[in-house]
T-cell receptor, first 115, second 112 residues
Framework: AQKITQTQPGMFVQEKEAVTLDCTYDTSDQSYGLFWYKQPSSGEMIFLIY??????QNATEGRYSLNFQKARKSANLVISASQLGDSAMYFC????????????FGPGTRLSVLP | DTGVSQDPRHKITKRGQNVTFRCDPISEHNRLYWYRQTLGQGPEFLTY????????KSRLLSDRFSAERPKGSFSTLEIQRTEQGDSAMYLCASSLGTGGYTFGSGTRLTVV
């Protein structure tokens, strides 16, 4: 079964607009972390934002915020004021305390920012 | 320290040949991870080291794959008798304990 689901293979957004990238996850663990990474065409995975399962506040990092709905097991990424440089693949990932140190990644969403 | 370095960036090899990739992590990071990413997919975990000890291996890591981290610093990933299905991006990451990962830019392998 998929542990991380990203239902949007591709998204378009107009420059300066906000966009939400969806992520749902599946775990029976009580302690886990949720991450979002950006992968531009160069291939490097760039860490964007982290949300711990026990964090009560939604995480924010500059233009990135995470809409964490624990009961729904969703962790959507919101990018405000999109820039052309935001065009990239975006991956949602989870790390579970009881399942080792490795990440499980979703299939990704390709975001294209239009001028 | 400029981050996690991977070498080479690209490798084209004929089916059946052996290839070896190198990863230099951030110097103070004690954990090192290898992931594989095929086209259109997210990265999949292969293996990880804490210092020089290989602590976990995915079932994706067949007998043809071997990884080492001899002195707890750089790591190598070798694929023997390459197959076309091995074509992928091989990503290395490092972390200090259970802290956040830093990924390298990857080695793109093409098996022809």
């Amino acid at each position: 079964a998929q542990k991380i689901t990203q239902t949007q293979p591709g998204m378009f957004v107009q420059e300066k607009e906000a966009v939400t990238l969806d992520c749902t996850y599946d775990t029976s663990d009580q302690s886990y972390g949720l991450f979002w990474y950006k992968q531009p065409s160069s291939g490097e995975m760039i860490f964007l934002i982290y949300q711990g399962s026990y964090d009560e506040q939604n995480a924010t990092e500059g233009r990135y915020s995470l809409n964490f709905q624990k009961a729904r097991k969703s962790a959507n990424l919101v990018i405000s004021a999109s820039q052309l440089g935001d065009s990239a693949m975006y991956f949602c990932a989870m790390r579970e305390k009881n399942y080792g140190q490795n990440f499980v990644f979703g299939p990704g969403t390709r975001l294209s920012v239009l001028p | 320290d400029t981050g996690v370095s991977q070498d080479p960036r690209h490798k084209i090899t004929k089916r059946g040949q052996n290839v070896t990739f190198r990863c230099d992590p951030i110097s103070e990071h004690n954990r090192l991870y290898w992931y594989r990413q095929t086209l259109g997919q997210g990265p999949e975990f292969l293996t990880y080291f804490q210092n020089e000890a290989q602590l976990e291996k995915s079932r994706l890591l067949s007998d043809r794959f071997s990884a080492e981290r001899p002195k707890g610093s750089f790591s190598t990933l070798e694929i023997q008798r390459t197959e076309q299905g091995d074509s992928a991006m091989y990503l290395c990451a490092s972390s200090l304990g259970t802290g956040g990962y830093t990924f390298g830019s990857g080695t793109r392998l093409t098996v022809v």
